[in-house]
């Protein structure tokens, strides 16, 4: 199963390789890493130049609609050539089984239309929390249809994956939406898809 992994990069020079480097050091390397740059002036654009160079898997794009990061998301999925679209932001970082343990989810429950997975919180390279949402760390599987009346919304965009099915058909993000553009589309998946 293949991966389209998108980052929406604007002035992101301090962490963009470390984001770009937790990738490359996944156990699984069936994926591409999609970004969509809003025209950095910080050196991040040469950064993910340099980085492409020496992995083909990396593709780069111009944001044609320079208005923040929901046009660049929405572009970074146009761009996506695989059935899954995994959402990662340019100054986070996934544990080297990310990949692997999504790629078992979407296997497990392929009609759902969005996964998400445990995500926590790191200062200074030194993991200080879990976040799991107000769901048990121990849950696996698929949630109640409305899983805000119990537990507040259970996903973190860079902790989270869709199916480009589930995506085309609510219309993508909302680019009205300047913040929680990401639950909001995410409530859109979940009224139609498990």
Not at 7 to 28: G, H, M
Not at 44 to 59: G, M, N, P, T, Y
Not at 101 to 120: E, F, Q, R, S, V
Not at 144 to 160: I, K, V
Request: glycine share 6%; aromatic share 12%.
């Amino acid at each position: 199963m293949n991966i389209s992994i998108v980052i929406p990069l604007y002035n992101k020079a301090q962490s963009i390789e470390q984001t770009i480097r937790c990738i490359q050091a996944q156990t699984v390397s069936n994926y591409e890493i999609v970004i969509v740059d809003g025209y950095s002036k910080d050196g991040s654009l040469e950064i993910v130049q340099r980085l492409a160079k020496e992995d083909s898997r990396i593709h780069i794009y111009m944001q044609e609609n320079r208005h923040g990061v929901t046009p660049a998301r929405n572009e970074s999925v146009q761009h996506a050539q695989y059935d899954y679209i995994a959402f990662m932001d340019a100054d986070d970082y996934w544990e080297s089984t990310y990949l692997e343990t999504l790629t078992k989810l979407i296997t497990d429950y392929p009609k759902a239309g969005i996964y998400g997975i445990g995500y926590g919180t790191m200062i200074e390279k030194k993991k200080i929390t879990n976040h799991q949402s107000s769901i048990s760390n121990n849950f696996r599987g698929l949630l109640p249809e409305n899983p805000w009346r119990e537990w507040g919304c259970p996903f973190w965009t860079s902790a989270t994956a869709i199916s480009k099915k589930a995506f085309e058909k609510v219309g993508g993000f909302d680019n009205r939406i300047i913040y929680g553009e990401d639950i909001d589309l995410w409530y859109r998946i979940m009224l139609q898809f498990r």
